[in-house]
């Protein structure tokens, strides 16, 4: 049988808890599905670069690119910064030199999870922000001109990763409708009232959307979409955006389903992947088991759908929808986990989940 | 007595209606407190562009600057726009103009309107935004450089407006400290982790904090506040932002109280000030008289507050607190507009608030 290479990059504080806890939860999975998963534990972050000097170094890099696949905690501790006053991040440098332009973000509200909302519809939340993660204004990292008396930054979009971004996102949407049996409905959230270049994105998009007669397609101000999201987020389906727009809307739509400990991440481009959960290295609760592994465990249930997208096979698809499944259960079935005011840490609720596994 | 001069700018669709219902409340406010209010109505707008060319006329930008305080409703239409596809919107040109860099835009859960978080916190918001409203990303506007394959807009802070900015958030903050009976605190908003530009700004904001023992001070990552604003709002006091942060934030702030019907604003600036409602001109519910006034009067008590600041004298400080109170005892005793769920239409709300003055 096939052998997958994982990339394994826990990172810092509580990036590596998570991790250890999801790949615990793979295993019995890996077993049951017959799934061949090899995972190479690579050293990246925030001490990696005050132990070594760079955050993540070039053989590091060579060996996550080659990897099938990368899964990974997080990254960053705040005393520990460059020399620009930036945080350690290599989790941005993958994502702009493997090109992994589509950050997709998936928001639904888990059975027994507390949704932020009184209105019961929040229940049904179930939407995927698709966060362009290579340009945007992150374009700007680390080329930021600093004087005495002001700071500039450039916002980049171009034609290329939009084109891509927007097919990714059609394509998403088409592939969620039939899972969920009802069309699908790109929306994509731009500021074209005010910005030209917001005005040239949502004029690609309507291009590409020319192309999906079977997909819906809308456009959204990113203020009225921050508005919508807390007064009706169940009325959305896919919503592509820039990435700094994706970055604050990502933030808002996990606080709906219960916080970051409930929201996984993809970071997708054309040949390579990273999956991780859209939270930080959490130093208030780091090395206390007290952390909420879903997100990192929901992360790796995307990476095994996304390897068998890649023609890994119809196993990992189902390992996959095993995953997400026994998550649901074990939330069902009264886990809860600190963050949202329950006694399982990170162990206990990696525990729930396998135990659901081949029930 | 003194007369003071009102510019008042209707716009456009439910703008022009807001605006008529704010007046018929100040009417019975300015007699009982002796207020010398003198209003010059002037056209400008979307509608004033397709009919004359432009959207605010040289005469009408003048007689606006040389009034003492501007009350503008909502200005904008869809299906109307410049040449390179943005919106008219003559409310940015005049906060670029009259260097309005303070757009102060306050959340207050009204009592007996529904809020949107299911934590009953939530009864107790009461934070101000304060987004930057003269540079920033809409430092781009008209701006942004566009070919065939890219698109680039800039991003720009300035040491002068950022300090500007810092003290008059850090005096309102004092200001609301004494009103309120407890310790003030601003959080800077920004995104000082990846971005020089926003440690430049928050360099700046602890200079100026400094000079304000008595505030507590702090600063947040946009992306976190996004998901503090959904979990805990009522743990914030005043915000100050970046201008395109403070467009997004202020929307997901109105939203968490009712809506964009109950979100005031005011750009302010060293010598000139504009009052407005946050929301636009709603084409959905134009002319149909079921906007809620709420927003435009409650930014109306801003501006008497602020002419009051500026050496109108206490009764209208006086009269800024009675009309503020009338809103508050308006929707306590029943009052119910369209925007959330309710029958009473924008007449209706604006004599139940003016039915409550001088009770
Ligand atoms: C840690 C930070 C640099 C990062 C980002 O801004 O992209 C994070 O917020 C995220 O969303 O992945
Ligand atoms: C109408 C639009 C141009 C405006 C803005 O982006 O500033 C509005 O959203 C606001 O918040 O005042």
Partial sequence: SNTLSIAVLPGDGIGTEVTAATLAVLEPLAKRHGLGLAYEQLRA?????????????????????????????AMGWPEIRAADGTEIAPQLDLRFRLNLYAGVR???????????????RARDIDL????????????????????HDMAEETLRITRGTT?????FSFDLARR???????????????????????????????EVAAGYPDVAHGAHYVDAMALDLVRKPWAFDVLPTENMFGDILSDLGAGLVGGMGF?????????HAVFQPAHGTAPDIAGQGLANP???????AMMLDWLAGKGAGQAYADAAAELDAAVDAAFADGLRTPDIGGRDGTAAAARAVAERIGR
Same sequence: chains 1, 2.
């Fill in 263 to 271: 929201a996984p991440s993809a970071d997708i481009g054309d040949t």
């Fill in 128 to 147: 995927v922000i698709v966060r362009e993660s290579t340009e945007g204004l992150f374009f700007s990292r680390d080329r930021g001109t600093v004087t």
């Fill in 106 to 120: 998936p928001f639904r509200a888990l059975p027994g999870v507390p949704v932020a909302l009184a209105d019961p």
């Fill in 45 to 73: 972050g925030a001490f990696c670069y005050r132990d070594t000097g760079t955050a993540m170094s070039e053989e590091t890099f060579d060996k996550a690119a080659k990897a099938d696949a990368i899964l990974l905690g």
């Fill in 294 to 300: 879903t997100a990192t465990i929901l992360s790796a």
């Fill in 163 to 167: 084109e891509r971004l927007a097919r």
């Fill in 176 to 206: 969620r409708a039939e899972r969920r049996g009802r069309k699908g409905t790109v929306t994509l959230v731009d500021k074209a009232n005010v910005f030209r270049a917001f005005a040239f994105m949502r004029g690609i998009f309507a």
